[in-house]
């Protein structure tokens, strides 16, 4: 049964949060990151990526760009620009974007929970994002980005978070993209115990979003308990930051493709391959898919729909994935795209940016697009309960939890 406790966060000021509030760090690259703290030197990018403290001759991953991140970490907090609750609690996290609200639980969840799969993932981590994660968590001795967890809708848990969010939010501020950030406080104590049972009657949460978070604290958990003297149950690091959302209020964006060239076809031979296994029907405006096994193509100037004949349509959680289909009919057997997550012909473009960004790639630095259908909730719950694991850049979820407004120290 899961384990999903309240803790002791530190918290920025309310008079700085909005400055201070990140997204992700694995957003940007290293000169998007340096200009966002250019503009803005509260923001808690500058912590998650302190290489934006040093010129570009400084290795992103050198020692000195961790030791500075926890540098800049312990003054804000010495500073009195982060306070520590005096009391451990929940806290109520709403996002609200294009008037579409999720609102989750943040908490600490349990790295035991996720070694014995109450927990479950549904990617494959990189040992070399791992580890620099390992090492900011572990140097900053905090962690400073919460995982995505999602879980079954529970009427016990809405019933309380309801009510919390029915008085005034500790902030309420929105971010330059937009997005109405909403921050509770959950300090009756009746109300963090029924919480704590709901999850702890739950078999299964599941990793929406932030898998090499998950598995850096994990190893930081682990790291420490073998350095202990002895063994401590309740200690920090065998807890990790997290906001759990119910799944009937997630929505996950499609993760589109776009690859360099045809792989030696003109773009007739290139169709008619295509015909093998798919129904392509040339459109007159942009296509976007609506249903599942079909995708949009973009290809010198025009748009294709291609539907997947019923042959290479599967039950299976994996192999009946959209991405699994593209990928095993057309990316690999005809572009040559045998493992997406190294070939540098290939690139992927979240669905927040649009099809406008598909025919621009398209038409500058890529050959062909296309256009997925998204991934559902559903399909990644069953996923993760056959202990699968989905092809690389399934799924994108919108909006991003920001970084900053709670930090766990270990």
Sequence with gaps: MAIIKPFLAFRPRKDIVTEVAALPYDVYNREEAKEVVKGNPLSFLRIDRAETAFDDSVDTYAPC?????????DAMISKGEYIQDETAMYYVYELVMDGRSQTGIVACASIDDYING????????????ELDRITHVDTCN?????????????????NIVNKIKSTEPEYSFVSDDGISHNVWLITQGEDVKEIEKAFSDM?????????????????????????????DA???????LSVLFPDNQLKILPYNRVVSDLNGYNKEEFIEKIRENFNVEKVSKTFSPEEKCTFGMYLEGNWYKLTANDNIKSNDPVSGLDVSILQDYLLGPILGIKDPRVDNRIDFVGGIRGLGELERRADSDMKVAFAMYPTSIKELFDVADAGMLMPPKSTWFEPKLRSGIFIHKL
């Design 65 to 73: 760009v961790y030791a500075k991140a926890k540098e800049l970490l």
């Design 118 to 129: 109450v927990i479950k993932k549904h990617e494959n981590t990189r040992a070399d994002k």
């Design 142 to 158: 905090a962690q400073t980005g919460p995982i995505f967890l999602a879980y079954r809708a529970k009427e016990s848990i809405d």
């Design 203 to 231: 078999s299964q949460i599941y990793i929406a979003d932030g898998h090499h978070r998950a598995a850096s604290a994990i190893k930081v958990g682990l790291k420490r308990r073998d350095e202990a003297v002895s063994y």
């Design 234 to 240: 309740g200690a920090e690091y065998n807890f990790f």
